[in-house]
C-alpha cells in the first residue's frame, strides 16, 4: 500500500490531528484531550462547520488538571478516551453509530450519528462539555442533559459522581434528548462495538504483530464506503477519492487478510471508474488484474459484480448452470 494511502487512512497523521472514528460513511478526529476536531456525518456532504472555526466543534474542560489517555477498544473503531485527576476518573467514549447487517447482508446502513458518553468510573468530577451550536439545516445536537445556548455554542456544566453519566448526539435527523438518550446511546455503542468485533473477527492473519495488522484493517475500512475509498484532504470538502491505483493496492490488502466482501467492492468500483475515465489516466491495470485474478483463484466468481464478471469473461450463474 502506498505512503499516500497509509498517511490518509491510518495513524501516521501528526497526533495533533487526533484519532480516527468513522461509520463507513462518516468520519471524525478525536484529539488526546477528548475534543472533536473533525466530524463530517457524510463525507459527500463535507465537514461540518462550527461558527467559530478556531474552535473544536466539541470539547472537555474538566477541573483539576486532567491527564488524558486514549485507545480503541480492541477490534474496534470506537475511542475512549479517560481521563484522572485529584478526585477522580472520568471515561468518554466516542463512536459513530454502526449495527452488523441482518442475515445476507454484508454491511448495514450507518446511522449517520456520532455518539458521545462520558461517564464518571471513579470518585467525582466537575467539567463542562461543550459543543458547536448548529446553526443550519443538516446536522441536529441533543443531550441527556439541558444545554445552555450563548456565542454559538452549547454547553453544559456538570458533577458526576461514580456510575453517572451524560450522553450527547450530533446526528442528521432530529434525535429526541433527555434522560433515555443515555440508554439509547449504550444500546448503540453495544451494537456498534458487536458490528466491528464481528468485522474484526473475520481477519485471516496470524503471527505476533496480529494487533498491529489488525488496526490498520480496521483504519482502511473506515475510508471505505458506496463511492470507494475516500481519503482525507484538504479541499472544499475536505475529503476524496483515493487514487484508482491506491484502491486496487488496498483492495490486495483486504483478500491477503481475508476480507472478501471488501476486496470485491473496491475492485467493482476501480473498474467500473477506470472504464468511465472519471478518474483521469489509470496506470495501474497491473495491480487491478494482479488482485482479481488472485481473488478468483480463491473464491472464483462468487461475490463479484457483474460488470467485473463481465470484464473476467465469467458466464452469468445462470448460464453456468444451464
Not at 490518509?8 to 501528526?14: G, I, N, S, Y
Not at 475534543?35 to 474538566?62: H, I, N
Not at 498491529?212 to 484532504?233: F, H, I, N, W, Y
Request: hydrophobic share 40%; charged share 20%.
Amino acid at each position: 500500500m502506498s505512503l499516500q494511502i497509509r498517511a490518509a487512512v491510518t495513524q501516521e497523521r501528526p497526533s495533533a490531528y487526533g484519532l480516527p472514528i468513522g461509520d463507513l460513511r462518516g468520519f471524525g478526529r478525536v484529539r488526546a484531550d477528548a475534543s472533536v476536531v473533525q466530524l463530517a456525518l457524510d463525507r459527500g456532504a463535507g465537514l461540518l462547520c462550527p461558527p467559530d472555526a478556531e474552535r473544536p466543534l466539541l470539547a472537555m474542560t474538566l477541573s483539576g488538571d486532567p491527564v488524558w489517555t486514549n485507545a480503541y477498544v480492541p477490534g474496534t473503531n470506537v475511542l475512549e478516551s479517560t481521563a484522572r485527576t485529584a478526585t477522580g476518573e472520568l471515561r468518554v467514549v466516542d463512536f459513530m453509530a454502526l449495527a452488523e447487517g441482518r442475515p445476507g447482508q454484508a454491511e448495514s446502513i450507518p446511522a449517520g450519528r456520532f455518539v458521545r458518553i462520558v461517564t464518571c468510573t471513579e470518585g467525582e468530577v466537575d467539567g463542562e462539555l461543550a459543543c458547536a451550536a448548529p446553526t443550519e439545516g443538516g446536522w441536529h445536537l441533543a443531550c441527556s442533559l439541558p444545554l445552555s445556548l450563548a456565542d454559538g455554542r452549547a454547553t453544559l456544566s456538570v458533577r458526576l459522581t461514580a456510575g453517572k453519566s451524560v450522553a450527547l448526539v450530533v446526528s442528521e435527523n432530529a434525535t429526541q434528548g433527555g434522560i433515555p438518550l443515555v440508554a439509547s446511546a449504550l444500546h448503540a455503542l453495544g451494537d456498534t462495538i458487536h458490528y466491528w468485533t464481528w468485522w474484526s473477527d473475520r481477519c485471516r492473519h496470524s503471527g505476533e504483530d496480529f494487533d498491529t495488522v489488525l488496526r490498520e484493517a480496521l483504519m482502511l475500512k473506515l475510508a471505505c464506503s458506496a463511492a470507494g475509498l475516500q481519503v482525507e484532504d484538504p479541499g472544499a470538502t475536505g475529503f476524496s477519492a483515493a487514487p484508482l491505483g491506491d484502491m486496487s493496492r488496498a483492495a490486495a490488502r483486504f483478500l491477503e487478510l481475508g476480507y472478501r466482501h471488501e476486496c470485491a467492492e473496491l475492485l467493482g468500483f476501480v473498474h467500473d471508474h477506470a472504464a468511465s475515465g472519471g478518474h483521469g489516466r489509470w496506470t495501474c491495470e497491473e495491480a487491478f488484474a494482479g488482485t482479481l485474478g488472485h481473488y478468483l483463484a480463491k473464491h472464483g466468481p462468487s461475490g463479484l459484480p457483474e460488470s467485473l464478471r463481465a470484464a473476467a469473461h465469467v458466464p452469468p450463474p445462470q448460464s453456468r448452470i444451464a
